[in-house]
Every structure is written in structure tokens, then in C-alpha cells.
């Protein structure tokens, strides 16, 4: 009768099984390529796919048929996470992900959450079970949410994020370079001769506010002009937090003669408070918001914004997702620009 093998041995031999990620660092590709060659994605290069099975069959690489199982029970479907209380940005993200799967067979889920409400994670989890999830695209402020990532790693749900900052590996993130938009407003209003200007913000829990003001003084800095503290104030990404902001500052005797607000929302609450204390834009005042959603040009006047292309950037997040992203585009074309129109103009004479 032939011995059975010991532990040590059997323990030896699972030691020596190649591994995927072994796969992975031959074949010089990630993980996440070799996964998909090895479900038959259709969305892998086939000379990509060429090299990948070659090495598997030089290593004799054989995937664990309980985790292939689990990727076949996985549905078609893509889910959207965001706690972000500016709907324009969500509506477009949205818009940019259905571009990206358009044709690909896959549809979107989108799950709204409060990522400071105590259910959050297990909110998330039970999102991402129930509906055997494919993959995910966090959003701001949840992607900035390191919980949340951990948590869709310890699960192995495949995960894309947005941010305004590198917080992940570059097949989890797509990046908005929020700083570089700021930089762009701050030299604007600069080059425009303002000396008096002031900054509204978003909830400080979102690290675009951090990352929009931080470019902003480096813009003013530029030429020599500093954010004042009396000047900076907090707002919340949404209309009524834009008007009560610029009601306060604008109602000074020492009032700013040019407002950055943080987003596109904001900056129309600037415009409505503006009005309403009978200021004239951009005569007495000149105003810069950030998005360039179509809310810019159907205000009066039209706004001067930093356009940051979010329907694009929900586009090759979702691509990146599903591996039908093309490595060879350039980071630049997806940078943010500032975008003059009316609202902007030199300070008014004493």
C-alpha cells in the first residue's frame, strides 16, 4: 500500500505551486490581466492573452476552482458609490459611466450612502453581495475613504476610484489633480490685479477642498498674494452654503473684490447673493467656480470656472474597471482648465 504524504510534504508541494501572482510577474502584466485571461474576458490584447498563457503553461499554473467559481457567479452588473450632496456631479458621472459601457453588456447600479453614518461598511458590503457585484467605482468622498477600499480587498471585489490625489495603485485609481485646477483660479484672479480675495469651501471631509485651496494660494502666491483667514470660509458643495458664505462676506465694509468658490454650485449662490445686496458681477465683484457642469453658461453672467472633465473621467474609470482602458492615452488630456467667461474681471477703482 502506497504511504500517504505527510503535512510537511504536502505543505512543500503547495509552497512550490505557482501562483498567480507569480503568473502575473512573469508574464509582466497585473493580476487582475492574468484573472481575466483565465475567465475568457474578451478584454485583453490578444497578444497580451498569448504571453499570459504561455506562461501558465510553462509553470503548469492551475486556478483555484472555488475562487474561479465565485468570479463565474458574479453578475453583469457595475455599481456606483457616492455620497457626494452635489447632483449635477453625480448626474455626469454617471452619464460618463454609461459611456464607458456602452456595448460591453454590463449595466449600472448606482448605491447613494452617508460614509459618516455607522452602517456604512456593512451598507457597502451588503451592496456589493447581494447584488454579486462584477466591480465598483468609488467616487469622492468615498474613495477617499481608505475603509472602504480595505474593505472591497478583503471581500475581492474589483474596485476603481476617483480622486483628487493618487491614493491606491495605478489599476485602482483614476486621479482629477484638484491642486492644478485651484493653481489655475488662484493666477487668474491674481493676474486680474485682485489684492482683496477670499475662498469658499467644501465639507472639509472631501479632499478636494484641501487640494482646491492648497493650488488656489499657490496660484496667488505666484504673484505675490496670500489668502487671508478672515477670507476663507467653509461651505458644503451646495447652492444654499454658496449664498449664506457670500452674504457673510460680501456684507463686510472691508469686503473681497474676487470670491473662488470650490464648486460650480457654490459660485451661482455667490452670484444670487451678490445680486440680492445689489453688487453688480463682475464689476464689484468677480466670481471663479469649479466644474464647468452646464449650470456655468446658464448663469448670468456666465461663470468663468475650472472645467475638470468628469463625464471623461467616469468613462475611463469604468474602462479601467472592466480592462478596456488604452494605456496609451495621455494623463494631460483629462487635467483641469480654467475656462474664462463673463463673471471675471479686474477689481473695481477706488
Avoid at 451588503?126 to 477617499?144: A, C, D, I, M
Avoid at 475611463?316 to 488630456?333: I, Q, T, Y
Wanted: charge should be neutral; hydrophobic fraction near 35%.
Amino acid at each position: 500500500m502506497k504511504p500517504s504524504k505527510t503535512q510537511a510534504q504536502l505543505s512543500d508541494e503547495a509552497r512550490k505551486r505557482p501562483t498567480i501572482n507569480d503568473i502575473a510577474r512573469l508574464a509582466g502584466v497585473s493580476k487582475k490581466t492574468v484573472s481575466r485571461v483565465i475567465n475568457a474576458s474578451p478584454y485583453v490584447r490578444e497578444d497580451t492573452r498569448e504571453r499570459i498563457e504561455a506562461v501558465i503553461a510553462e509553470m503548469g499554473y492551475a486556478p483555484d476552482p472555488q475562487a474561479r467559481g465565485l468570479a463565474f457567479r458574479r453578475s453583469f452588473l457595475i455599481g456606483v458609490v457616492h455620497d457626494n450632496p452635489n447632483p449635477q456631479y453625480v448626474v455626469t458621472m454617471q452619464q460618463g459611466l454609461l459611456d464607458g459601457m456602452r456595448g460591453s453588456g454590463f449595466e449600472l447600479v448606482v448605491h447613494p450612502c452617508d460614509r459618516q453614518n455607522p452602517s456604512f461598511l456593512e451598507d457597502l458590503r451588503g451592496f456589493v453581495e447581494r447584488q454579486k457585484l462584477f466591480g465598483v467605482v468609488l467616487t469622492p468622498s468615498v474613495s477617499e475613504d481608505e475603509r472602504a477600499a480595505q474593505l472591497l480587498r478583503e471581500i475581492g471585489c474589483e474596485y476603481v476610484r476617483v480622486a483628487s490625489v493618487s491614493l491606491d495603485d495605478a489599476n485602482h485609481m483614476i486621479e482629477t489633480r484638484d491642486r492644478v485646477g485651484g493653481r489655475e483660479a488662484g493666477r487668474h484672479i491674481a493676474e486680474l490685479g485682485h489684492t482683496q480675495v477670499a475662498f469658499i469651501s467644501g465639507p472639509p471631509m472631501f479632499r478636494s477642498s484641501h487640494e482646491r485651496r492648497g493650488g488656489f494660494e499657490e496660484g496667488l502666491a505666484e504673484k505675490g498674494l496670500a489668502l487671508e483667514a478672515q477670507f476663507a470660509m467653509e461651505g458644503a458643495y451646495t447652492f444654499e452654503s454658496g449664498i449664506a458664505a457670500a452674504r457673510d462676506l460680501l456684507s463686510r465694509p472691508n469686503r473681497p473684490t474676487a470670491i473662488f468658490a470650490a464648486n460650480d454650485e457654490m459660485a451661482a449662490g455667490v452670484l444670487h447673493a451678490a445680486r440680492d445686496l445689489g453688487l453688480r458681477v463682475p464689476e464689484d465683484v468677480t466670481v471663479v467656480g469649479y466644474d464647468d457642469f452646464d449650470l456655468a453658461t446658464r448663469l448670468w453672467p456666465a461663470l468663468t470656472t475650472v472645467r475638470t472633465p468628469t463625464r471623461e473621467i467616469g468613462r475611463l474609470a469604468v474602462e479601467r474597471l472592466m480592462g478596456r482602458d488604452d494605456e496609451r492615452r495621455n494623463p494631460k488630456d483629462r487635467l483641469p482648465t480654467l475656462v474664462v467667461r463673463k463673471s471675471s474681471g479686474p477689481p473695481p477703482k477706488a
